[in-house]
């Protein structure tokens, strides 16, 4: 069976699940702990534009950072956040790129939209076009109350495509969607890549590779 595996943020929404984060977790007591975790990594924000450190890395890192601000929320703020995250991004969809995977679906494929942020948010979204989901699971204890922790490390970059891969079930991966250099090796993989306004170094592989740009 022919799938199609798309990236979410900067590529089916403008949203990001960071800013959604930082709101929510300040107005539940936090501000104070979660301003001083920003403003402490600004240096770094402007090291990571300036290519002058490891984006993607540290993309990685801000997210598991900030996911600690969660430790001690229950399932029933967990849910509030993420359905926060998934209404969010839906109002900011890019809808020319999910009418493409739509088109997809019409033709008999499956859709995965395999993302870094939380796994519940991921599924949230793709239930809106059809689709499947992988993303990063966040840990909870026992009792139902988050750790602060991720589940298996963000799904970005390697881990996306391994993690795609493990979801195919003897399928094709005919088209990959993204929109930084983390997808790199998820469009590598799939017999067609589609760049959507790609950064820097996405853009630079896709021209390389010949790969689609959608701007």
């Given at each position: 069976?022919?799938?199609?595996?798309s990236d979410l943020e900067g590529t089916l929404t403008t949203a990001e699940t960071w800013r959604v984060l930082g709101e929510f977790v300040k107005a539940n007591g936090r501000s104070a702990e979660y301003k001083r975790f920003f403003y402490s990594n600004v240096p770094k924000v402007l090291l990571s534009r300036a290519g002058l450190i490891n984006a993607q890395q540290f993309r990685e890192s801000w997210f598991a950072s900030m996911t600690r601000?969660?430790?001690g929320f229950g399932k029933e703020k967990i849910d509030a956040l993420m359905n926060e995250v998934i209404d969010v991004s839906w109002s900011a969809r890019r809808?020319?790129?999910?009418?493409?995977?739509?088109?997809h679906i019409a033709d008999g494929a499956r859709v995965i939209i395999a993302s870094g942020t939380y796994q519940q948010a991921a599924e949230g979204f793709a239930i809106r076009i059809g689709a499947e989901a992988i993303g990063t699971g966040l840990a909870m204890d026992a009792q139902g109350v988050a750790t602060g922790e991720l589940v298996g490390g963000v799904s970005t970059g390697e881990?996306?495509?391994?993690?795609v891969r493990e979801k195919l079930n003897g399928g094709t991966l005919i088209a990959a969607y993204g929109d930084t250099e983390g997808d790199v090796p998820l469009l590598n993989f799939a017999r067609e890549g589609v760049a959507v306004h790609p950064d820097?170094?996405?853009?630079?592989a896709a021209v390389t590779k010949g790969w689609r740009i959608v701007e």
């Open positions: 069976m022919n799938v199609v595996a601000f969660l430790r809808a020319d790129v999910i009418a493409e995977l739509e088109k881990t996306k495509l391994t993690r820097k170094k996405l853009r630079a």
